[in-house]
């Protein structure tokens, strides 16, 4: 009981194309992993192929004890952990509930990098994404929710009907 107090959720960054093997090896080691996956229909030449892609390229998160950080480590594929503010950034709970919600719903999702202007900060009252809090902002001349994941150096960006959402 007292361990599971004391685990947080780390971002990890991976080798390049490495996140599904660096995922299922920890899985074996019995670490708790997550890696969120979204299908993004590609096109080659000569044909078209939905496939499953990590959404932070790169990128998963542990959820771990800090005595499980060497072991994270020593995993194949596992580069190291990300810091924030000279400490090994975690992740608060609410924001991998955030993005397992947006992934559980079939909502068109777009992650950058770019720094978005902070803007009103809202909560959806309705529809599949009820309770997601996060910023409205106007970008590329449509109306999308902005959650930033301020540890990881990334943004989700969600389309959002003015109508689902309120002010906080």
Same mark, same amino acid.
């Given at each position: 009981? !007292? ?7 780390? %971002? ?11 995922? =299922?090896? !920890? ?9 969120? $996956?979204?299908?993004? $229909? ?11 892609? %990590? ?26 952990? $990300? ?8 992740? %608060? ?8 919600? $947006? ?21 959806i009252k309705a529809g599949p994404l ?19 994941? =301020?540890? &990881?150096?990334?943004?989700? &960006? ?10 906080l």
């Amino acid at each position: 009981m !007292l361990k599971e107090a004391s685990s947080k959720w780390y %971002p990890v960054y991976t080798r390049s194309r490495s996140e599904k093997q660096a995922f =299922e090896l !920890l899985q074996k080691k019995g670490i708790e992993a997550y890696l969120p $996956l979204q299908k993004t $229909l590609k096109q080659w030449s000569d044909r078209k192929k939905w496939i499953t892609e %990590p959404l932070f390229k790169s990128y998963l998160f542990v959820h771990i004890t800090q005595k499980q950080q060497t072991e994270v480590l020593m995993t194949k594929g596992i580069v190291r952990f $990300l810091y924030h503010s000279g400490k090994i950034a975690n992740m %608060p709970d609410q924001q991998i509930d955030e993005i397992q919600l $947006l992934l559980a719903n079939d909502v068109e999702l777009e992650v950058t990098s770019e720094h978005i202007s902070p803007g009103e900060k809202i909560i959806i009252k309705a529809g599949p994404l009820i309770g997601l809090t996060g910023e409205m902002v106007s970008y590329r001349s449509q109306k999308q929710l902005v959650i930033r994941l =301020e540890n &990881l150096g990334q943004t989700i &960006l969600v389309n959002a009907a003015a109508a689902l959402v309120d002010r906080l």
